[in-house]
């Protein structure tokens, strides 16, 4: 099968977990709603789930084939302290809380990366961090 096509197979998943992740923003170090959902995920692909990295992260832990090479992929799930102004229908539902940039990355480098086609045919152990921080 081709790539394309096994995204397709996910796509209407992904767009319904980002588009909830999306109506429910959380601030930095808040984030418990959404690192549930991305740890339920992560799990539920198989994947090794470690919680309460830098306070909210999700890491999760892949091992494809016996290489012992290793990749990271990084997302934020975060939300910006202002109000959303767009009508769509998976708008914040939540006063001053917007995902506005962060909302970009889910898209991009989705925190459920454990289904990706790339990474299911990949020999190596895959890291995908969510909301990884330093405390200052």
Do not use: Y
Not at 49 to 64: A, N, Q, S
């Amino acid at each position: 099968m081709q790539i394309i096509d096994r995204i397709g197979q996910i796509h209407d998943d992904l767009t319904k977990w980002r588009r909830d992740i999306h109506a429910h923003p959380e601030l930095g170090f808040e984030e418990q709603r959404t690192s549930d959902l991305v740890a339920a995920k992560l799990a539920e692909f198989g994947c090794e789930v470690h919680r309460g990295v830098g306070k909210t992260g999700v890491v999760g832990r892949l091992r494809v084939g016996n290489s012992p090479r290793s990749v990271g992929l990084r997302a934020d799930m975060d939300a910006l302290p202002m109000d959303e102004e767009t009508n769509l229908p998976w708008r914040s539902t939540i006063p001053n809380r917007f995902h506005g940039c962060g909302s970009r990355h889910l898209k991009r480098r989705n925190p459920f990366g454990a289904p990706h086609p790339m990474i299911r045919n990949a020999s190596c152990l895959v890291h995908l961090v969510t909301q990884l921080r330093i405390h200052s």
